[in-house]
């Protein structure tokens, strides 16, 4: 099949603008910018998760001071009992002694309430400033995520201004070739990925593979508009020399 050197160069032109093509079809699929907007969004919902888990752990030890806080006063509300009955002394001796017993039994009693409401709340205090900086790296995450949500718009943004100018100038391309030369890069496109490659030394631009040096004599001696195909990968083959200036 024979091709003018300038529909040669043409060809070369949209091979390389379909090699640049799967480049921004690989980036927008393997986007780096939204590799790491999925990462910060991962590690918002963690530190969410953590907050959350945090205000539960609070909520418990609410009902755990709660808890204390009325039996300690309940068993105040006994002592002041007690002492109104020692003090109006109108106990026998055998109920002064139980009396005296129970008031021993119930400040012992209210002491370990009291240790136990201070420990809880030391604990609430020690959670309340972990909720604290869990607040603090929620924001800090929320204006990260901000950031990247911004960054992988931006990206997204010039991948389609790309893929748009390269496909209308593809569009240009193929409507100044001959259709039997379209027709030939398209078809070999869909059996191997690559229409058509430059000769880079001895390879092939489309598959990468050496070149025989008897085929590659063979290329050599070809008419410029005489249109090579590759040995290997059956990709249309574009000498440099003849089809670039």
């Known amino acids: 099949m024979k091709a003018e050197v300038a529909q040669q160069r043409s060809l070369l032109e949209l091979a390389e603008l379909d090699a640049g093509l799967n480049r921004i079809e690989h980036r927008a699929k393997n986007l780096a910018e939204q590799q790491r907007l999925e990462e910060v969004q991962a590690t918002l919902q963690e530190a969410n998760d953590t907050l959350a888990a945090l205000q539960l752990a609070i909520d418990d030890l609410d009902e755990q ?3 204390f806080e009325t039996e300690i006063d309940g068993v105040r509300q006994r ?4 002492r109104r009955l020692l003090a109006d002394g109108s106990v026998d001796a055998k ?3 139980e009396l005296q017993h129970e008031l021993q039994t119930l400040e012992r009693r209210q002491a370990a309430l009291e240790d136990s409401l201070l420990d809880v709340m030391e604990r609430r205090e020690e ?3 972990d909720q604290a900086a869990a607040l603090a790296r929620i924001d800090d995450l929320q204006t990260t995520l901000s950031d990247a949500q911004s960054a992988c718009d931006a990206a997204r943004t010039e991948i389609d201004q ?3 100018q390269s496909l209308s100038r593809r569009d240009e391309l193929l409507s100044g070739l001959d259709p039997d ?3 030939l890069y398209e078809r070999q496109r869909e059996r191997s990925g690559a229409g058509a490659g430059p000769l880079q030394g001895r390879r092939c631009g489309a598959c990468r593979i050496e070149i025989d040096k008897g085929e590659l004599a063979r290329i050599s001696a070809a008419a410029e508009d005489e249109l090579l195909r590759c040995p290997e990968c059956g990709a249309i083959l ?3 020399n003849g089809t670039s200036a």
């Not at 002592?79 to 007690?82: N, S, W």
């Open 65 to 67: 001071i709660a808890k």
């Open 79 to 82: 002592e002041d009992r007690d």
């Open 95 to 97: 109920q002064l002694t």
């Open 127 to 129: 959670l309340q400033r």
């Open 162 to 164: 790309q893929r748009h």
């Open 181 to 183: 030369l379209a027709a």
């Open 238 to 240: 574009l000498r440099r």
